[in-house]
């Protein structure tokens, strides 16, 4: 086999392997919507759904609501929306063991008390897709936040609301702040999709041909490098101005089965050179639930300080 064809099969298998990223170890169906659930403090959990104008359908979320939001009616808390993976859906939080993370931190005083959130993003990445077909980074900014913060009991301020996510949702996470600072306080990411522009410059059409059909239509028909370096967060760094008060946090496992370690390295040597605050962490292990699990409880107690919550 050639050396372009080891590396073509090699970047399809990589492809490929995004599909399956955090998929948890749970074997529930997740096609079925959530009913809430109670927990002994009264923090609950609801799986809906918002109409969308701009992409045409409705789209699912979850909301995990903090102990005390139903009793205390006058009551507004901070929210974070957090961004599920490549393969997930909004319901990642509920059913992968996340939602028992949260409420032993509540449970235990080391978390503030606030909303999270997760819609239902399909293959999105969270941006305006190539075609211009699928608009989800509008919908998120100009449907679906509103929606939140008109429904729910939120502060809807930038120092109270936050965003966060894993793998894909990392990648959009990050984005979607640098893009937008006026909207969020703070921003954290797990094992975030980082590749920088070095890596993804010379894509064979063949290439190009099966990265599309394994991610989806987001990057273009067949995939586009160029439109994906635009809309990276890594062009976002160099050309934007510098995002004043941001409080950014990401980490990433040391042998992260896609490469995203050395993304995350890159990122953090150039926020470095850029003079932007932030906190990262390599960590030992893989893509997977286990590794984001070990180290979620960061992420949150990260935002719950960046909220004012806790120290």
């Not at 929606?147 to 894909?168: D, K, L």
């Amino acid at each position: 086999m050639s050396r372009a064809a080891r590396r073509g099969a090699a970047m399809a298998v990589a492809a490929f392997a995004l599909l399956v990223i955090l998929r948890p170890a749970l074997s529930a169906a997740r096609a079925q919507r959530t009913a809430p659930r109670v927990d002994a403090s009264g923090g609950r959990a609801e799986c809906r759904s918002v109409p969308s104008r701009l992409l045409g359908h409705s789209v699912a979320y979850c909301a995990i609501l903090p102990p005390g939001y139903d009793a205390n009616k006058s009551m507004r808390y901070p929210v974070l929306y957090f961004l599920h993976g490549l393969g997930e859906n909004e319901q990642i939080l509920v059913q992968a063991g996340g939602m028992d993370i949260i409420e032993d931190l509540w449970s235990e005083a080391k978390l503030g008390k606030f909303l999270i959130v997760t819609p239902a993003a399909g293959r999105s990445f969270y941006i305006n897709s190539r075609d211009g077909k699928t608009r989800y980074e509008d919908f998120f900014i100009r449907e679906f936040l509103p929606f939140i913060e008109r429904h729910y009991r939120v502060r809807a301020n930038r120092a109270s609301r936050a965003i966060g996510g894993v793998s894909m949702g990392g990648y959009g996470a990050l984005r979607l702040a640098l893009v937008y600072p006026q909207l969020f306080g703070s921003v954290s990411a797990h094992s975030a999709a980082l590749v920088d522009e070095k890596r993804t410059t010379h894509v064979s059409p063949t290439e190009a041909v099966q990265l599309s059909r394994l991610l989806g239509p987001a990057f273009g028909t067949p995939f586009d490098p160029a439109f994906w370096n635009r809309e990276s967060p890594f062009r976002i760094v160099r050309t934007k101005p510098r995002p004043k008060g941001l409080k950014i946090y990401f980490d990433c496992g040391e042998q992260d089965d896609y490469g995203f370690n050395r993304g995350a390295v890159a990122f953090d040597k150039l926020l470095t050179q850029r003079r932007i605050p932030h906190e990262f962490h390599l960590y030992p292990g893989g893509h997977d639930w286990t590794y984001v699990a070990a180290h979620f409880q960061a992420s949150l107690e990260f935002h719950s300080r960046a909220f004012g919550l806790t120290r």
